[in-house]
């Protein structure tokens, strides 16, 4: 039986063809920085080498990893679950693994950060994860990044959900019921989410000649709704707006402990339309979560690519804010001419 041959390397058709490694990456994706001329005599060099270039391969010669970065405040819970979805769905559609770091109680999260970011092709950041200070100085490096769901900083791509409007949409849908007394769950100086959607909340009540009540900061998770609740519902207002949906639900357990009924003594609101929120009949927006994580890695792929060209082109920086979208259920009353789902 004849010996299998061994394969050829990307340095063998860079030495046969009298070029660089990262000329013959580039010529065997038909780069315009590289010439007609060489690019035949690349294509003419593999092919009597044989030789099949591989993601790993090409990753080498451009100086890369192969690899995407993506930073959390948490991992808790499935919104974050969602983006990772999107997030390494889309990385690996264009070859890429995924890196994920957690910054909940890290007291080096900055430091963890900018070490991700040395082993990465691109980075997206999430929330307040690190100071906007920490997000100038790695994209000076050049590394691609896309922040998600927090202000912009300039110069750096940014996606986010809409959050003010649509509070205010729910505001006034509350307001139609008749609600007056108001409170809100969840801790804007935490989240520049949850800052727009207690800003759209206070929004709508100042023009209705109401004076927006003090948020009650608590975490994000179904406990810390729960806890709050606990102590909010010993005098329950008219309407309870929860930052998000796993606040919500755990408004739901505190009041059935307190025989307190929902919405007959108490309306009760959140935000993310999980799959949960549905079964427990919740009144809520519907974010894209999956679509956020998503767009950031299809955006990362671009700007990876832009920076392997090295055009010296500048790009415009993009933003975008993606709708959302009030979900009326049973939660915060009925109108006669409603249906709910």
């Known amino acids: 039986m004849k010996a299998l ?22 010529a065997l994706r038909d780069s315009d920085l590289v010439t007609a001329d060489t690019r035949a005599k690349v294509r003419a060099a593999a092919a009597e080498l044989r030789f099949t270039p591989n993601r790993s391969g090409r990753s080498l010669a451009e100086g890369r990893h192969a690899a995407n970065g993506i930073v959390f405040p948490d991992l808790v819970g499935p919104y974050y679950a969602e983006v990772v979805l999107g997030y390494e769905e889309a990385a690996a559609a264009v070859g890429s693994s995924v890196l994920i770091l957690a910054t909940q109680g890290r007291a080096d999260a ?19 994860t690190v100071g906007d200070d920490v997000v100038r100085d790695i994209a000076a490096t050049g590394l691609p990044l ?18 003010e409007r649509t509070a205010g949409q729910l505001t006034e849908h509350l307001l139609g019921h008749g609600h007056r007394g108001f409170a809100f769950l969840g801790d804007p100086a935490g989240s520049p989410d949850v800052a727009g959607r207690y800003t759209g909340l206070a929004a709508a009540l100042r023009r209705h000649g109401l004076i927006p009540p003090a948020p009650v900061p608590c975490g994000l998770d179904l406990d810390s709704g729960e806890r709050a ?16 949906d796993e606040i919500a639900l755990g408004v739901h357990l505190a009041a059935e402990r307190q025989r307190i009924h929902i919405p007959g003594d108490v309306a009760v609101t959140g935000w993310d339309d999980l799959m949960a929120a549905r079964f427990a009949h919740l009144t809520t927006v519907a974010q894209p979560m999956r ?16 920076r392997a060209a090295r055009t010296g082109r500048p790009t415009a920086v993009r933003r975008r804010v993606i709708p959302t979208q009030l979900v009326v259920r049973r939660s915060c009353g009925t109108h006669p001419s409603e249906v709910h789902k």
């Open 5 to 26: 041959s061994k394969a050829s390397t990307i340095y063998e058709v860079a030495q046969r063809a009298g070029v660089s490694i990262a000329t013959v990456s580039r």
């Open 110 to 128: 900055a430091a963890a950060v900018q070490e991700l970011a040395g082993r990465v092709d691109g980075l997206a950041i999430m929330g307040q």
């Open 146 to 163: 896309v922040l998600l769901a927090r202000d912009p900083v300039p110069g750096v791509d940014t996606i986010r959900t809409r959050n």
């Open 229 to 244: 609740a606990r102590r909010l519902l010993t005098s329950p207002p008219d309407a309870v707006v929860c930052a998000n």
């Open 291 to 306: 679509e956020l994580g998503t767009v950031a890695a299809r955006w990362l792929h671009r700007r990876i690519g832009e």
